[in-house]
């Protein structure tokens, strides 16, 4: 059974960075296709981005594409979420999500495995 712990989140000035990791223990991390969604208050939870096995393959929002980037490190166990020039409208509980299905990768319920989530805000 695996477990996610987001970390890394908290209070950041619009146009700031950040970065979330998410540390995988239990199952096989590097058979996980591993991804990021996001919930404000108020609304469903969404699609972020999304990173295959080895990082061969990324896939991201159109909403944070150039802004966002998400990386791995399967040595150890653990998924990145860089969130660079943020805006008001990133404010979120972002939380990150392992899958060993390689496809549908948008879509949440393709996950099995979740994380508690960490809080992203964004002064403007």
């Known amino acids: 059974q695996e477990q996610l712990v987001e970390s890394g989140g908290g209070l950041v000035q619009a146009g700031g960075s950040v970065r979330l990791s998410c540390l995988v223990s239990g199952g096989t991390f590097n058979r996980l296709a591993m991804g990021w969604f996001r919930q404000a208050p108020g609304t469903e939870r969404e699609f972020v981005a999304a990173i295959d096995w080895n990082g061969s393959s990324t896939d991201y929002a159109d909403s944070v594409k150039d802004r966002f980037t998400i990386t791995r490190d399967n040595a150890k166990q653990t998924a990145y979420l860089q969130l660079n020039r943020l805006k008001f409208e990133d404010t979120a509980v972002y939380y990150c999500?392992?899958?060993?299905?390689?496809?549908?990768?948008?879509?949440?319920?393709?996950?099995?495995?979740w994380g508690q989530g960490t809080q992203v805000t964004v002064s403007s």
């Open positions: 999500a392992g899958s060993y299905w390689g496809s549908d990768l948008r879509r949440p319920g393709t996950y099995a495995a």
